[in-house]
């Protein structure tokens, strides 16, 4: 079946699972909360689920949590096999039968391998892989002209969030830097990263008919419509 009568086909009312991809500076943590909003599912972020994580009491933490807190502590990333079984954990719950948005999962084909054999045990059909798209210049322009107060740690844009004076933070006064990440080299450095990894991701998806690309707009609300009308539901 085509992806497009899979989605035709679709009743309403019905349930849907989202998986995100997007490179940094493309705007997809709001693109979570826009779709979470209209499709009432559940957001998953595996980042959001190890930062919450650090900060749940022992007796809370999953063998998995447990885990995956001792990689973080010593400076180690958290493998894969770790991350699924999170994943496997979070998976695992009722309140995920309202749809469920995944956001920084899978990263890698090995995962995405492993989260099918998981959304099958648990009777979750995947509907669409979201990849959204944004022209290297213009992430560098999001990105590249984003400053910040290195005393509060406010975040301003030279272009969409200026502070009320040039160069200086509205809420203390301090002169803002440019951070060493936001530089446009390391930035390139970034999505060149994050293409290199995804690469085989997007491929996975688009072989099993899954994915959807859908070019970023000017503003998130232009990107969300472009989002329902690829989902057939504009
Ligand atoms: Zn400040």
Redesign the pocket.
Known sequence: MSDQSRLDSTPAGKVWNFILLGAPGVGKGTQAELLTKRFGAVQLSTGEVFRAAKKLPVSEQTPAIKEAISYMQAGNLVPDSTVVAIVREKLHCPELHRGLLLDGFPRTVPQAEALSDILNTENIPLDAVLSYELPIEQVLERLGGRRT?P??G?SFHIKDRQPRVKGI?D??G?ELIQRDDDRPEAIRVRLETYDRKTAPLIEYYQKKGLLIRVECGETPQETFARTLQALKLA
Do not use: F, I, L
Request: proline share 0%; glycine share 0%; charged share 10%.
């Open positions: 107060c005393k509060c406010a933070c809420q203390c301090t």
